[in-house]
């Protein structure tokens, strides 16, 4: 959401000037004009994927991913407790169980959490990518394979970070990526699956289109595998979108050297420590994730935060919905039309989770966008507000 330019504004053209705004068919009157198609392209190649499939948001995404990796109705996911809303949301509109989980220092659910949360209900597991860092995925990766778990990865936030050499979304057999307007990269709305499996991605195409094979050119023969629904991307959000996906590496780039220059100051500073980063060199840097001694120092450093103008997240005191101590409709399944857990059950009491990793450490956690246009002097004038802040609130403690 950062840099927009005429490159943004010759793709919209393209499609504007054809009139065809729909990704498929209309061959005669498009010009070869196929802005989807690009954009899965484009991401395709930043992550290193086989294959990517656009689609109307993140949360779609997340949706799609998880049906496509072959994950539905009754059958137990195992999620974090700290996440976006939506991860939790697709869960339930695929008919499956969320099973929450515990997550440790990463901000991201870990491998013991995992471990710990298996039954013999469980399918798989939607492991999301917190704060534009990434999850401990050696560890992971062992629990998954030990216990023959479908992994999907909802990297909504962390697309382009890596965990040696790997892109986030690329672990599993399924991922997601968010294109709306806070990610590393917009679209206005949308968001795109990635797999290297084939079946996977077929299933994706045509799950996320009402089932269509998108064989042929005429829309009206083709047939219809499956059953799906619309999550379809218009072609102008996704002619948005890859000029975004090219911009991704410059926006990384960037935004380490800024993380590392706030992490180098803050981190002198007694009482600061930070979020950690299980393969540093692979972190997206979007966020600084700046971790206090406890819930109650936290607190007087957000209100001086906020006395000094300095912006910042604190998941637990604000209502950002990130934390499940927000999350009261799942707590009481409060909802507009049945949903799965009045069919099979709760598979835990939502409302009284053991979930201590994650009740400590997200009390602690306030997290700060970086931004990739920041020049360095206003990162050091950022790092000294934010240090002045601590400093004062950790002064009264005693
Ligand atoms: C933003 C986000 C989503 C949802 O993406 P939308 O494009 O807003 O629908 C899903 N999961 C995570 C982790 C996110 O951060």
């Not at 990704?23 to 070869?32: G, K, M």
């Not at 975004?244 to 600061?272: D, F, S, Y």
């Not at 637990?316 to 934390?323: R, S």
Request: hydrophobic share 45%.
């Amino acid at each position: 959401m950062e840099f927009f330019g005429d490159a943004e504004r010759k793709e919209i053209n393209d499609v504007l000037e054809t009139g065809i705004l729909f990704r498929y068919n209309h061959e005669a009157l498009r010009n070869d004009i196929y802005k989807a198609r690009e954009f899965e392209a484009e991401v395709a190649k930043l992550v290193g994927a086989k294959y990517a499939h656009a689609v109307s948001s993140g949360s779609t995404a997340a949706l799609v991913a998880m049906a496509a990796a072959g994950i539905g109705a009754g059958d137990e996911v195992i999620v974090p407790p700290f996440t976006y809303i939506a991860t939790i949301e697709a869960v339930l509109m695929i008919g499956a169980l969320p099973v929450f989980a515990d997550i440790d220092d990463t901000l991201c659910l870990s491998a013991e959490g995992i471990r710990n949360a298996i039954t013999p209900k469980t399918k798989g597991v939607c492991l999301v990518h917190m704060c534009g860092q990434m999850a401990d995925m050696d560890a992971i990766m062992q629990v998954i394979n030990e216990h023959n778990l479908v992994l999907v990865e909802d990297a909504g936030q962390a697309m382009g970070a890596s965990y040696k050499g790997i892109c986030t979304g690329l672990f599993g057999k399924t991922g997601a990526y968010s294109f709306d307007f806070f990610k590393i990269a917009t679209a206005g709305e949308g968001g795109i699956m990635v797999t290297n499996d084939e079946t996977a991605y077929k299933h994706a195409d045509s799950y996320s289109d009402h089932g269509h094979d998108h064989i042929g050119s005429n829309r009206g023969m083709e047939q219809h595998p499956i059953l799906g629904f619309n999550y379809r991307i218009s072609e102008l959000h996704a002619a948005v979108g890859l000029v975004q996906t090219r911009r991704v590496p410059e926006i990384i780039e960037k935004n380490n050297v800024h993380k590392k220059q706030l992490m180098a100051t803050l981190g002198e500073i007694p009482g600061v420590s930070f979020a950690r980063i299980p393969d540093a060199d692979g972190d997206s840097a979007t966020f600084l994730n700046m971790l206090l001694p406890d819930t109650e120092s936290a607190a007087r450093v957000v209100t001086e935060l906020n006395a000094a103008g300095v912006g910042g997240f604190n998941y637990w005191y604000t209502n950002m919905y990130h934390f499940i101590n927000q999350w009261d409709h799942i707590k009481q399944m409060r909802t507009a039309s049945a949903l799965p857990i009045e069919k099979f059950g709760a598979p835990q009491d939502y409302s009284n989770l053991d979930v201590p990793g994650a009740q400590q450490t997200i009390g602690r956690l306030i997290s700060f966008g970086v931004r990739a246009t920041w020049t360095s002097e206003e990162v050091a004038a950022l790092a000294e507000k934010i240090g002045a802040a601590v400093t004062k609130a950790m002064s009264v403690e005693a």
